[in-house]
Each structure stands twice: as C-alpha cells, then as structure tokens.
C-alpha cells in the first residue's frame, strides 16, 4: 500500500472486496495501518473478518456449512434447493471490533423475487451486550427493502453504488439478541439488524453464511457478489 494516493488506496481495496467472493480474503479494522500500509497493533488484533468463500475452501468451515445438523435445520424450513452464497468469520475485537450500521442484508445480496435469502450465523463465544451482540426490528422484514447496493462496471473497474438511502432507525426499535457460544441465529434477508462497538474486554467471534433457496429465485446480476467459474455457488444439500 506504500505510495499509493488515497482514490488509489480506496480503489485497490474496492477490488480487494469486489473479488473476493470466490476467494479466502482478511479485511481489516479501520485506523489500523500507518500511511506506508504497516500495521499498528498486531495483525490478530487487528482483523475484522475472513471472508467470503470459507463455506468452499477451508474444509472446517465446509464441514459445518454442509453439516447434517445445519441440512436439517433448512430443511425444516423448507428450502427446497438452497445453495451457499458467502460466508465470513467476524471477530468484533476486545475493545476495537467496530460496530455494523443497521441494514437489510438483502442490500447486499439481493433477489427477485425478495424472501429468498436467509443468514445463519453462529455463536462461536458468548455473544453478549457487552461485546456486541445482535439487535433486531422486530417485524422489519414485511417491509421490503429501503436501500440496494449494486456493481457499476467502469471500463474493467468495478465500483459499487447505492440505490435509495437508509432510514434512520429509532435506537428504541430494537431489541437485542444475546445467545451463548454454540447458539444459532437465522437472520430473514430483509430484517434490519446491526451491532454495535465491542467496547468490553472479550471477543465476539462468529461464523456466519448466507444461502438462497434457488427454486424460482433470481439472483440480481447487479449484486456485488456473483457466481464464478471457480466458485459457482455450491448447493447447500449434498
Ligand atoms: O455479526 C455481526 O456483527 C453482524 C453480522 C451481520 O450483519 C450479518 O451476518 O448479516
């Protein structure tokens, strides 16, 4: 990162997260890096997350996405074809993990027909008010979707863009969802949803996926996260 001017700065990690989708890749907490791109704490200290193709390449992360357990439970919603869009580990760092704003993952991974999208997010600690847990809008998810955020293809640069703005959330509207290590929360694509600063001593890690049900469902062509000839997204029952 050394020399580079802040739009290139700002450019090579648009590309950093725009071709990530089929691949393992570490994004960083903001206020990290000195000018010259050296880290200021640990780099363990440091990370934000691991993502977005865990699900298909680290074999641990495999075996849980395709786990029986995980097979039963969309199952029993349901799901008729699902298959595995993207996968992060979060770490919400002791005193550092930031926070993530309120938003619809539908946003980001959006559908025609909407509904079809659905996170599976697992507590790997103890998820806490402390260290950050989930906050929900109850009932958010019958509203449809405020905001899209979608690929803009400049020459043979991508950026993205967002269509519509996020409203502003009442803080009064959610309700917080602490769960211990090992618990499970499905998150609806369309429920708004954020977390907040970890500001306590501990660690907040999860592992969490994201998958369709691709019976009869479009996925946006304009969405950040497409399907690759390495990585065509995987079905979720194997
Ligand atoms: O774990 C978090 O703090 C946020 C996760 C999230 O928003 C998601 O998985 O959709």
């Not at 990370?47 to 029993?76: M, W």
């Not at 001593?201 to 497409?226: C, P």
């Amino acid at each position: 990162m050394a020399g580079l001017s802040p739009t290139q700065l700002r450019k090579s990690n648009t590309d950093y997260f725009l071709t990530s989708g089929d691949k393992i890749r570490f994004f960083f907490e903001k206020g990290v890096f000195d000018k010259e791109g050296n880290f200021l704490f640990p780099p363990e200290n440091s990370i934000n997350k691991i993502g977005h193709a865990l699900h298909a390449f680290d074999p641990v992360f495999k075996r849980i996405t395709h786990s029986p357990q995980v097979q039963e439970l969309v199952k029993s919603l349901g799901l008729e074809v699902p298959v595995v869009v993207q996968s992060m580990y979060i770490f919400k760092q002791p005193h550092f993990g930031g926070e993530v704003t309120p938003h619809q993952d539908a946003t980001f991974l959006h559908t025609e027909p909407l509904g079809r999208v659905l996170g599976i997010w697992i507590a790997l600690e103890d998820s806490t008010l402390e260290n950050g847990c989930l906050w929900f809008i109850p009932g958010s998810h019958t509203g449809g979707i405020f905001r899209r955020m979608v690929r803009v293809q400049t020459d043979s640069v991508g950026i993205t863009s967002f269509i519509g703005s996020e409203p502003v959330y009442e803080d009064s509207r959610f309700i917080p969802t602490p769960i211990q290590k090992g618990g499970l929360i499905l998150i609806h694509g369309e429920v708004v949803h954020k977390s907040e600063l970890n500001c306590s001593a501990h660690s907040r890690h999860v592992y969490t996926f994201h998958i369709m049900e691709s019976k009869g469902t479009n996925w946006s062509q304009d969405n950040w996260l497409q399907p690759t000839p390495e990585l065509p997204f995987p079905l979720l029952y194997t």
